[in-house]
């Protein structure tokens, strides 16, 4: 069985700081896809990045960069310079072959000015 | 292209009462979803559809139906509602490419029954 764990509930920081969050799964598949999403106060479902299994490069993405390791599988994703607009929840998912998604129970993150 | 579009955004059900949550997707998607979210929790896959006429249940089927007749709706059904059925639904969609591809939300739909 899928799982993933995002072990912190919730983060406040204030403007400008970074905000790292974490993610560890669990799965037999050896090839895998990885999300981060992100949910603002006004409910819907925004999708930020991707990764497959088979690709460990890490990146960044304007104010999104990410740290997959295999390894110990975790698939952490850091705001840089973090704005009030980041304030949301965020869901680390993990998919299957059939596209299903295992979510995590998401991380609120708090941004004050 | 509208997406994924859920109909009602907001509904309060009685206990006992029956309700259609539709989902239409405009994207010629194959494969397509129903997730809900209780508060403070991720998403639980409730049933996905491979294709019209192929259905299969997720981790919390109990107390939902559905039907995929055609490609573009995907509709949820709830025939008995129980106040353990208070959540907010989303429906996605994603396209048959297997792999790096990620799915596409609908707005939800938020149910109260009481």
């Known amino acids: 069985a899928q799982k993933v764990t995002q072990a912190q509930t919730e983060i406040s920081v204030v403007e400008k700081e970074d905000v790292t969050l974490d993610c560890v799964y669990e799965t037999r598949d050896t090839t895998y896809y990885l999300f981060w999403y992100k949910q603002p106060p006004s409910g819907e479902l925004v999708f930020l990045i991707r990764?497959?299994?088979?690709?460990?490069q890490n990146e960044i993405s304007g104010r999104y960069s990410w740290n997959f390791q295999k390894s110990t599988s975790s698939f952490n994703f850091t705001i840089t310079a973090s704005q009030v607009v980041d304030s949301a929840v965020y869901f680390c998912a993990l998919k299957d072959s059939w596209g299903k998604l295992q979510f995590g129970a998401g991380t609120q993150v708090v941004v004050t000015p | 292209n509208a997406g994924v579009t859920q109909t009602p955004k907001f509904r309060i059900l009685k206990i006992g009462q029956s309700m259609t949550l539709q989902c239409t997707q405009d994207?010629?998607?194959?494969?397509m979803y129903w997730y809900r979210q209780d508060p403070g929790m991720g998403l639980k896959l409730i049933y996905y559809?491979?294709?019209?006429?192929?259905?299969d249940k997720g981790e919390v089927p109990n107390g939902y139906n559905v039907s995929r007749s055609t490609t573009e709706d995907f509709p949820l059904r709830l025939e008995l509602a129980a106040p353990s059925q208070t959540s907010v639904y989303f429906c996605?969609?994603?396209?048959?490419?297997?792999?790096?591809?990620?799915?596409?939300f609908g707005q939800g739909t938020r149910l109260t029954v009481v």
């Open positions: 996605a969609s994603k396209p048959l490419i297997r792999g790096n591809t990620e799915a596409f």
């Open positions: 559809s491979v294709g019209a006429g192929i259905t």
């Open positions: 990764r497959n299994s088979f690709d460990e």
């Open positions: 994207m010629n998607h194959n494969y």
